[in-house]
T-cell receptor, first 115, second 112 residues
Framework: AQSVTQLDSQVPVFEEAPVELRCNYS??????LFWYVQYPNQGLQLLLK??????LVESINGFEAEFNKSQTSFHLRKPSVHISDTAEYFC?????????????FGKGTHLIIQP | DAGVTQSPTHLIKTRGQHVTLRCSPI?????VSWYQQVLGQGPQFIFQ???????GRGNFPDRFSARQFPNYSSELNVNALLLGDSALYLC???????????FGDGTRLSIL
């Protein structure tokens, strides 16, 4: 069985400061990893994904995440945050094998940007 | 191009009733998955359908059922509603079973 742990339920940070949202996973098989963002009263938007290849993946709005297999982590980072980044962020894992068990999500991290 | 669309956006039911939620995937996507998101939690996987067949099921009771139609749209049915079924129900579509999933805005179901 897979599981995802997001270590911080809430992360306050000042505007233009760097931020890291932590995600650790456990799985007995190879995995795909995702970060999704959820704004109030909306569904989830795919922020970035790791399927294979380079362990550093980037999004178009300045976020990046690094897959670390030895530490079973997929932390999300941004060097300088903006007020508009205030949202709930979810880390998710999917079995890359033959199973169809959907995405397993963490409980989410609420990123709060302070002016 | 239209994203994943879900209907209705909000729904209020009473205990014991049943409900049907609908989802239209992104054009060309053949896989649809359903998730339940209780307030303050991450989404929990309910079902995945691919090419009109159930391919995966999460840890939900038999009161939950779903189906996928020839046009790849999908319905989620919940019978004998309980207060604990109050949640945001999210539908996600993808090109294939193990491709990145794209979510709709969800149906917020409130049980009185």
């Amino acid at each position: 069985a897979q599981s995802v742990t997001q270590l911080d339920s809430q992360v306050p940070v000042f505007e233009e400061a760097p931020v890291e949202l932590r995600c650790n996973y456990s799985s007995s098989v190879s995995v795909y990893l995702f970060w999704y963002v959820q704004y109030p009263n909306q569904g989830l938007q795919l922020l970035l994904k790791y399927l294979s290849g380079s362990t550093l993946v980037e999004s178009i709005n300045g976020f990046e995440a690094e897959f670390n297999k030895s530490q079973t982590s997929f932390h999300l980072r941004k060097p300088s945050v903006h007020i508009s980044d205030t949202a709930e962020y979810f880390c998710a894992v999917s079995d890359s094998g033959g199973g169809a068990d959907g995405l397993t999500f963490g409980k989410g991290t609420h990123l709060i940007i302070q002016p | 191009d239209a994203g994943v669309t879900q209907s209705p956006t909000h729904l209020i039911k009473t205990r014991g009733q049943h409900v049907t939620l609908r989802c239209s995937p992104i054009s060309g996507h053949k896989s649809v998955s359903w998730y339940q998101q209780v307030l303050g939690q991450g989404p929990q996987f309910i079902f995945q359908y691919y090419e009109k067949e159930e391919r995966g099921r999460g840890n939900f009771p038999d009161r939950f059922s779903a189906r996928q139609f020839p046009n790849y749209s999908s319905e989620l049915n919940v019978n004998a509603l309980l207060l604990g079924d109050s949640a945001l129900y999210l539908c996600a579509s993808s090109l294939g079973q193990h491709q990145p999933q794209h979510f709709g805005d969800g149906t917020r179901l409130s049980i009185l």
